[in-house]
């Protein structure tokens, strides 16, 4: 008696039905097959249908066909290994590489709360203004015109357009004087990050960190082996490290978590400590497009001759985090390595969506969304900051010159009062963020993050009222 | 004399144009600023702007400000590093890991020729049918409805709507049995083969790959540093490694780039094989979807229980390759690990591609599209079977069942008499391509592979025709 299996057509499920016969033994080698006219009547099916369908299990060599006598189940078919109980041995667990076992236990970061009415999340997208308008309207540009070339693979470093307007906007906004030739095109800078862990960092190899940090950097740099040579963070920045390493990783703008603008001074001492140590500075540059006391500090990258220094830009921070795209300024030594890991990697990133962050950046429009996000930006800054001054809980803050957060400490809570109030918080419907996690070894204080980028200023307000009795 | 460069705020030019002649040491620590009212006066500016410039660089700690006698250069600041004389360790170049003098070194392959007028070159996308317009009717679908969830950061294991669709793709297209909880969306089978890769190649691991094969796996595991243990092809696919190996890499469905269908014994024999093995199979199965004289045959993923394999699609070959979006089915053993590489990796793929793909299969347009292109498609390679039947040199033909290319042997030609007859058909107007770049260690024969799948049935006509007097 057949059964056929659900889904496909008729002739595949008649297929699907025999294979499994014999691969569950019901069908041994050398058994006849039932003919295809009874097959058929008891089906209630074509003939022809059955017929096509033997017709691929003997291209497949599963059933032979011998002249006057019908259909028969191969002679040779070996299929013992394939009964699940002499499947033992893959029950053990795989062994993965060094990497590959970092990567099964990295922290992935936990879901937003269900209940949270106020969040404090930092990195969420700002929905206001027009970013999704602006978006949607310079896809449907780019996908009103697809040709060969936009359809099929492209520049792995990414596509000239967008380069060249990389280019403009980093000499019109940063300061930098990058060519189009120096850019590489990354799907957010986590890749970029990535694929300069995968060039420099060797197992073992000794890596500057702040200490706090942003995780995916952690997360990148001990994936990849790296010996983590952890600064503290203070007024002026990142501490210049006494120890040797071969790559420092820095948010000079904005440190994150701490916000604290790195010094011009120590920016400068960071460079000479690269070239005495013939190490590379990478800068992540993630939200220096919003500063509010004045135009955004120099990037290190164009204080100097720009070959220790690899430059990291993002556009999650000012579009989306979802789009996925950021781009690397590379020092000459390092482009065709970063080309060539870029291909290996995954070939190129999204080409339509390239070409339409490109039109948006050429067209003027992207600057002028980033100013309209600035003035909101600067309004819930200040929303924040005047609550916050309101609380009556001692604080202090840092970090509020730039950026889309900021970090208030609390030096009359301990971190386990901190933790209860944040769980207390997230009970009345706000939700705000220890800094705790951000630290490798330094001691944690009792220290709070506030993003702000999708909350109202009335949001603002009543949340930040709302914690004084949250926080005793 | 200051000269403002150009760019940028005039508050910014003026910034520079001091920093610069700080930095070129025209203005030394200690030295006086000029008068911001004689400054302005000078450069017909307001003397305001040059007051907020200086305040800028008394931010980043380049000028101090004494009371009643004026601003100074910092006496403190650290120039000297940053002349380029002093940088000379900077030339030299940096120290790459071995992945990354590897990735250095890759093959990103040729671009296409200018004036080939008539392109046999396998992998471009059709764009007869209305692939371009679904697209472009399905991300102006999702683009209407961003919403914070599709714009914020997402699952890093691909978007579930996605998973689900491809899941139930998989179902009916191909007989496999995946759970959207086993499927993990990738960046284009190249990023499916270097997840794989960096999580379960160490350097120096036995790798089996089919010889001669597709190039990006080779690019890919050579640059983890794999042991390549080449396996020839014969007419049933590739030969089962007769030496130990971590992981297969195989083209089951459509041998690249020979176009042998793999056989169900050697399918079964090598399961069986990396069952003993305690390997992994890697299934590449980039075209099956295109399948002349049946069915497609069915994965080794769906012959046995999938703790053995690990499945890749790509969406390059059905919709195109500049979408980069593909899919890994992924056993349980290692769906933690292949998670948590992706989000160290790039941290998920783009979502509103994703979201526009979810809904263009779950909407069965997917599916309608790639019926009108297998039609198309057997129309194409019927003209080229029949016009290369014309051909009066000696030939055979492989591959010709399944896939967007076949693959003819000139045992009459030497690969040299190849290589020059490609030359002269080049400066036809005709694009043909030598499989020998896909060998690694088997002896390469004359052989063409012919990508048809960008081109009409009368232009496959006339380009045949016109080889034969170019083959000699």
């Not at 870029?342 to 969506?353: G, M, N, V, Y």
Request: proline share 6%; glycine share 8%; with cysteine.
């Amino acid at each position: 008696m057949i059964v056929l299996p659900r889904g496909g057509t008729l002739r595949s499920r008649v297929y699907r039905a025999i294979r499994d016969l014999i691969h569950r033994g019901a069908l041994a080698p050398g058994d006849p097959l039932p003919a295809s006219r009874a097959l058929a009547a008891s089906l209630e099916i074509a003939r022809n249908t059955v017929e096509v369908a033997f017709d691929d299990l003997r291209a497949e060599g599963y059933i032979t066909s011998r002249p006057g006598a019908g259909r028969f189940v191969a002679e040779d078919l070996v299929l013992d290994q394939l009964t699940p109980s002499s499947s033992k041995t893959t029950s053990s667990p795989p062994a993965l590489t060094p990497f590959g076992q970092r990567a099964r236990n990295v922290d992935l970061g936990s879901p937003a709360g269900a209940a949270i009415d106020i969040d404090f999340r930092y990195g969420h997208p700002d929905l206001d203004g027009r970013i999704a308008d602006d978006w949607r309207q310079e896809i449907a540009g780019v996908t009103s015109t697809m040709t060969l070339d936009t359809l099929t693979y492209g520049d792995p470093q990414g596509h000239p357009d967008l380069r060249r307007a990389v280019a403009g906007y980093l000499s019109r906004a940063r300061g930098i004087n990058a060519s189009a030739e120096s850019i590489v095109v990354v799907s957010g800078s986590q890749q970029g990050l990535d694929l300069i862990a995968r060039l420099l960092v060797a197992p073992g190899d000794p890596i500057a960190i702040e200490d706090p940090h942003y995780l995916g950097a952690r997360a990148v740099l001990q994936a990849a082996g790296a010996r983590l040579v952890t600064c503290p963070v203070d007024e002026q920045g990142m501490l210049i490290p006494t120890r040797p390493a071969r790559l420092a990783y820095v948010t000079p703008s904005h440190q994150f978590p701490t916000g604290v603008v790195m010094s011009v001074q120590r920016r400068l001492d960071l460079l000479r400590w690269a070239d005495s140590e013939n190490a590379f500075v990478i800068e992540d540059d993630y939200d220096s497009e919003f500063r509010f006391d004045g135009p955004p500090l120099q990037a290190i990258h164009g204080l100097a001759a720009s070959n220790r220094t690899i430059y990291l830009g993002t556009f999650s921070k000012v579009l989306f985090p979802a789009l996925r795209l950021g781009y690397l300024v590379v020092p000459d030594s390092l482009i065709d390595a970063v080309r060539g890991a870029k291909w290996i990697t995954d070939r190129h990133s999204p080409t339509l969506e390239q070409l339409a962050l490109a039109h948006y950046i050429a067209s003027g429009r992207f600057e002028r969304a980033l100013r309209r996000a600035r003035v909101r930006n600067m309004r819930r800054r200040r929303a924040l900051v005047d609550a916050l001054d309101n609380l009556t809980i001692d604080h202090e803050l840092s970090g509020a010159s730039a950026g889309l957060h900021l970090m208030a400490t609390f030096p009359g809570l301990s971190t386990a009062e901190l933790d209860a109030a944040i769980e207390r918080a997230a009970r009345a419907g706000i939700g705000i963020y220890s800094a705790a996690r951000y630290h490798l070894r330094q001691p944690s204080r009792a220290r709070l993050l506030f993003g702000y980028s999708t909350l109202s200023e009335r949001r603002i307000e009543r949340g930040i009222e709302a914690l004084t009795p949250l926080l005793r």
